[in-house]
């Protein structure tokens, strides 16, 4: 058998970390959107580590890169039997951390090196897959390469746009891919025995109750509110402060809502504004037009729901005291994904035969699992990271916790009922 000793394996997560790390659109941050040359360039890389570790290696037509090591069945000629998938991402944010979904496939990758370097063929086949869609950075949409391979993928995203209007179907042509194809990325519910993803945790918790890994027992959901607010342009020195009809202050009152409803809600929703455009922004012009999109989540539907309900009216509010137009767009509705409990009882045995105390909790970050949890069932592990900080190059998770993390990848897989 290859290689059971955390602390080599966490050494060789890190030395792969770094060097996905190194490929990105900007010289000193971390940028890898999807269908970029940067994601090319860290698939092939993907590509090549899951070669070296004894794998099969394709990619479907949303540049997935699959490593699939086949089971004891589909080996001796057979049957094919099941199989377990184990996936994340390599595309990130602007500005992004290294670990945020790299750290899943790495993790992945070695830990079907472990049985394909020892020859030993398991009931069941792994494939390991590295996803390029989970941020949304690129188009208005997400985890479009997770909802092919899930059979989900919408027709209707091949029509979004990139900021410079390049339609995905476009960037689907350029990276050398067919949309025709997109079909034949998906597996069917009857071959497919449960996915897993190893993610860092990207909060506080398992860091304030000294824990290196935990079990993650739901997925969050989210609601995107796009708001547009119409005022009117004007002359930063001339329209007296009364006469005015501005947008960004309005968006202003609105921003102050949402962060001032959802600190009420103590702990059960939040919500985030991290895009605001203003139209022609300019220091001496009034803002006449500005978008702005409120990130809703909670790990309870009905209080998401409610939220969004009573933030839409308080925005009505806002924009009729200010004399604004007004046009609220709900671009995001997806519910709370609850994970698989047989694949979190398999992650709590994993983990504590790695000395760890298997803690439960939510993961408030969105991920590939939930595309996938339409297709079978799914479950996460989450690792520590410092300081729960995420989507910032300060993002850090230890050798010695991620090597911990594939050694219980493995003690799971080790353990799994296909
Ligand atoms: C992805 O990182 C998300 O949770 O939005
Ligand atoms: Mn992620
Ligand atoms: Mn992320």
Redesign the pocket.
């Known amino acids: 058998m290859a290689d059971l000793d955390p602390r080599t394996l966490g050494e060789r997560a890190e030395r792969m970390i770094l060097a996905l790390g190194a490929i990105s659109a900007e010289p000193r941050r971390l940028t890898r959107q999807f269908l970029s040359p940067e994601h090319r360039r860290a698939a092939d890389l993907v590509g090549t580590w899951m070669k070296a570790a004894g794998l099969d290696v394709t990619e479907d037509a949303l540049g997935t890169v699959r490593g699939h090591w086949a089971s004891a069945g589909e080996a001796a000629g057979r049957n094919t039997g099941k199989r377990l998938l184990i996936g994340?991402?390599i595309d990130t944010v602007i500005d992004a951390g290294f670990y945020?979904?790299n750290l899943g496939v790495v993790a992945g990758i070695l830990a079907a090196e472990h049985f394909a370097k020892a020859g030993k063929r398991l009931p069941f086949a792994l494939d390991v897959l590295a996803f390029g869609d989970?941020e949304g950075v690129r188009f208005p949409a997400t985890l479009n390469s997770s909802r092919a391979v899930s059979g989900e993928f919408r027709e209707a995203a091949l029509d979004l746009k990139d900021a410079d209007g390049v339609t995905l179907r476009e960037a689907i042509l350029r990276y050398g891919k067919d949309p025709a194809d997109i079909p034949a990325a998906a597996f069917s519910p009857d071959e497919v025995a449960g996915y897993v993803e190893l993610?860092i945790e990207q909060g506080p918790v398992l860091e304030n109750r000294n824990q290196p890994l935990g079990v993650v027992t739901a997925i969050a959901g989210q609601s995107y509110l796009s708001v547009e607010l119409m005022g009117e342009a004007g002359h930063a020195g001339t329209v007296p402060m009364m006469m005015r009809r501005d947008a960004l202050a309005g968006a202003a009152e609105i921003v102050l809502q949402a962060e001032r409803m959802a600190r009420d809600s103590r702990g059960e929703v939040v919500a985030t504004v991290g895009v605001v455009t203003i139209s022609a922004p300019a220091t001496n012009v009034i803002a006449g037009h500005v978008v702005l999109i409120i990130d809703i989540r909670s790990g309870s539907d009905p209080a998401r729901h409610d939220f969004v309900d009573r933030l839409k009216s308080a925005i009505r509010t806002v924009a009729d005291r200010r004399h604004l137009g007004l046009q609220v767009t709900q671009t995001r509705n997806v519910a709370t994904t609850p994970c698989t409990a047989a694949i979190q009882d398999g992650f709590a045995a994993a983990i504590a035969a790695t000395g760890g105390e298997p803690l439960r909790l939510a993961s408030g970050?969105g991920?590939d699992a939930t595309a996938m949890a339409r297709l079978c069932p799914v479950g996460m592990m989450f690792v520590r990271c410092r300081g729960g900080v995420s989507h910032n190059p300060a993002e850090y998770a230890s050798p010695g916790d991620m090597g911990l993390a594939v050694a219980a990848l493995i003690r799971f897989i080790e353990g799994f009922k296909a």
């Open positions: 994340s991402h945020d979904g989970e993610h970050a991920h």
